[in-house]
């Protein structure tokens, strides 16, 4: 990686811009500091990040771990998250909602699909890429759950918590989701929360009858939507499938691609993207071994997500002229042997500069 400065900085972490050397993409690094009461949460969202990839969730490609930090490389936004953006233009337009609403409909249908309940739906995570595009991000909280399983533990964010959090029993984490999806939804039309209580037990009052003020500015679509994803009961919320059946939802068909499982992407690899890589100096029977046996984070998988990442068909810009001089070098009879692999800290650099890790 380049030189990296800071993006943003919260508690535990610290965001910073890098450059991929080989590829010159921008990522963000988030750094993470080992040995503190977060270390088994940190753990759980690099495991469950390994296993995702959906246009609409944030991308892991990389992790380089030192004694004291681990370093996750990211997909990088380049329009910021959603409450900047709402604080700068105000409530958005309805054209505009519904296109992020659908896609964060995308995210979070993926994720309880795959049996992840991500608990912290907000404007804070969802960040936009250069085209608008929605990024469901981090998955701090996220647990894995099955049907039927019930969990418990309070959530961080107050006014993004459904309202059989304040029971002291255990709930359903997808319903939860869906509850935060109406603050989410209501916060983009309006500019605002919709429950206002300061401390724990105020809102746990204000939960027992919540109450929020509705603009009739809205189409009546949003209002619907709003009005059922909070369902004070939540066995009566609709799922996640429901949401993705309203035809204000279902109407943006060009959302609803299916996508291949990060297993599946490593088992049957693109060869435009292996001809890349083995252009740039990485022998392909170790690609193809990273990819479809070892399956575990490295350089060698990173440089192939980042490319496919690039170009998800597999058509990356990159292997055109090295599909060219394998031609080439195969019709002069001089093509015998793969290239020898290069070091790999001079294929895909790990060196992160500049900054400080943020604790």
């Not at 753990?43 to 992790?63: D, R």
Request: aromatic share 8%.
């Amino acid at each position: 990686m380049s030189s990296s400065r800071p993006l943003v900085k919260r508690p535990f972490a610290e965001v910073m811009l890098a450059y991929h050397l080989h590829t010159e993409v921008q990522v963000a690094i988030k750094v993470l500091k080992k040995g503190t009461k977060n270390d088994f949460s940190v753990k759980t969202k690099i495991n469950i990040l390994k296993t995702l990839n959906y246009p609409h969730v944030i991308k892991l490609f990389h992790l380089v771990n030192t004694k004291g930090y681990t370093y996750m490389v990211m997909e990088h936004t380049a329009s910021g998250d959603l409450v900047n953006h709402v604080e700068g233009v105000g409530p958005l337009q309805e054209e505009q909602t519904q296109h992020i609403f659908t896609q964060v409909v995308c995210a979070v249908d993926y994720c309880h699909t795959s049996g992840i309940a991500h608990r912290d739906i907000k404007l804070d995570n969802i960040l936009l890429d250069g085209k608008d595009n929605a990024k469901l991000c981090d998955f701090g909280l996220a647990i894995w759950v099955t049907p039927g399983q019930d969990t418990k533990g309070f959530l961080v964010t107050l006014e993004n918590c459904a309202s059989e959090l304040f029971s002291n029993a255990e709930y359903d984490a997808r319903a939860v989701d869906i509850w935060s999806m109406g603050v989410l939804l209501y916060g983009k039309v309006t500019a605002s929360i919709p429950f206002k209580a300061n401390t724990y037990s105020e809102m746990k009052e204000e939960m027992l009858d919540p109450k929020y003020h509705l603009p009739n500015t809205h189409s009546e679509n949003i209002a619907y939507i709003i009005v059922k994803l909070f369902t004070v009961k939540p066995e009566r919320r609709p799922k996640i499938c429901d949401i993705r059946q309203h035809q204000w939802v279902k109407g943006k068909e060009e959302f609803w691609k299916i996508i291949p499982s990060l297993e599946a992407l490593c088992s049957n690899p693109y060869a435009s993207i292996i001809v890349a890589m083995w252009g740039m100096g990485y022998n392909p029977k170790n690609i193809s071994s990273c990819l479809t046996k070892e399956k575990k984070v490295s350089n060698i998988m990173a440089m192939y997500l980042i490319l496919n990442h690039k170009s998800p068909r597999g058509h990356s810009k990159y292997a055109g002229k090295f599909l060219q001089a394998c031609v080439a070098m195969f019709a002069a009879g001089s093509l015998a042997t793969f290239p020898s692999q290069r070091g790999l800290s001079g294929a895909c650099s790990s060196h992160i500069a500049g900054g400080t890790p943020g604790a």
